[in-house]
């Protein structure tokens, strides 16, 4: 076995176990059950992070309730606590929201090259889809100017431009504005996800200095 997969196992292994450490209550942490948009119960592995805000409960193998999560508070809420107890508030979801990233991380990824991978081929499907798009728009353009041609003839014969070459230019024109706004939506989400990953790659780069000191400390305290 090559050293590089050697070390990559290694790495692994050792986020893992910080991952385990990050969490108070260990593997007895196994379910989660929160409410969904509906308003109903659910029970999954994972919260998703949309629901985070709203508390869960943690559930243990055998289904009991080891520890209760609770709502995020709001600003009205927060301003009327006093300043020691919103600190201490704040830094509570700060801390949660740092093990509940940490677990998706660690679940997902086993090395920042994992995640650039990632982050390639996401952008690279949102790009495809900007460049179809980009094609349709191209298409719906030409569109336009042969009908705008058509009237131009018209009229220079002197006949009333066709009413239904009219409508089709503004139906087409229609459809360029919808296409214009799905192709800047496509960009904003290209930046948004880019920005995203950006933010994973320096998380997992901090839990790895993390593991890297522990190894350190380690070996010089053995």
């Known amino acids: 076995m090559s050293k590089l997969i050697v070390s990559r ?70 301003d009327s606590m006093d300043s020691d107890a919103r600190r201490a508030k704040l830094a509570a979801d700060e801390a949660e929201r740092l093990r ?35 094609g349709k728009l191209r298409s719906l353009k030409q569109q336009v100017e042969n009908y705008q041609s058509l009237a131009a003839d018209q009229q220079r014969l002197g006949y009333d431009v066709n009413p239904q070459h009219l409508k089709a230019i503004e139906d087409l024109r229609g459809e360029i504005d919808s296409t214009e706004r799905a192709i800047e939506d496509r960009q904003t989400e290209i930046d948004v996800v880019d920005a995203d990953y950006d933010r994973d790659i320096g998380r997992f780069t901090t839990l790895l200095d993390i593991v890297e000191m522990r190894r350190t400390m380690s070996k010089s305290g053995s």
């Open 9 to 78: 196992l290694f790495v692994l292994a050792a986020l893992l176990m910080l991952g385990e450490g990050l969490h108070a209550a260990g593997k007895a942490q196994l379910m989660y059950r929160y409410i969904n948009a509906e308003g109903n119960k659910v029970l999954a592995y994972q919260v998703p992070p949309e629901f985070v805000s709203n508390g869960y409960e943690v559930l243990n193998a055998s289904g009991s309730v080891v520890e209760v999560i609770p709502r995020q508070l709001d600003e009205t809420e927060l």
């Open 100 to 134: 509940q990233w940490d677990e998706s991380l660690l679940l997902r990824y086993s090395s920042v090259e994992d995640i650039e991978a990632a982050r390639e081929r996401e952008l690279r499907d949102l790009k495809i889809r900007v460049s179809i798009l980009k």
